[in-house]
């Protein structure tokens, strides 16, 4: 499995962007898809997630009502959309993919087998 994210680029405070995250090969419509973002010389963070139909999403607190994950398994891309951008969302952010599928728990300690390149965000004030 390959995962492709890209959308990234440098926006101003109170913006959006969207980040999508294109799959190819395996079985995208099982896996649960998470989005995760890190700081160089940080720890990486947990975003979002959203179960392998789409029915359950989670989000991390500093994003919630703010970002929306979202997945289309007809095109195998799952999508980072996020609103009222803040410097402090500044951050390579990533897309994985947990092929259990099902979410619930603490999505931070899931094991993710396939991870994408990473994207660049930067929101200036």
């Known amino acids: 499995v390959q995962l492709q994210a890209s959308g990234g680029g440098w926006v101003q405070a109170g913006g959006s962007l969207r980040l999508p995250c294109a799959a190819s090969?395996?079985?995208?419509?099982?896996?649960?898809m998470a989005w995760f973002r890190q700081v160089p010389g940080q720890e990486r963070e947990f975003v979002a997630i959203?179960?392998?139909?789409?029915?359950?999403?989670l989000y991390a607190d500093s994003v919630k009502g703010r970002f929306t994950i979202s997945r289309d398994n007809a095109k195998k891309t799952v999508y980072l959309d996020m609103n009222s951008l803040k410097p402090e969302d500044t951050a390579i952010y990533y897309c994985?993919?947990?092929?259990?599928?099902?979410?619930?728990?603490?999505?931070?300690?899931?094991?993710?087998?396939?991870w994408g390149q990473g994207t660049l965000v930067t929101v200036s004030s």
């Open positions: 994985a993919a947990d092929t259990y599928g099902v979410v619930g728990g603490d999505p931070s300690t899931y094991e993710y087998e396939y």
């Open positions: 090969g395996g079985t995208f419509s099982s896996y649960a």
């Open positions: 959203v179960s392998w139909n789409g029915g359950v999403t």
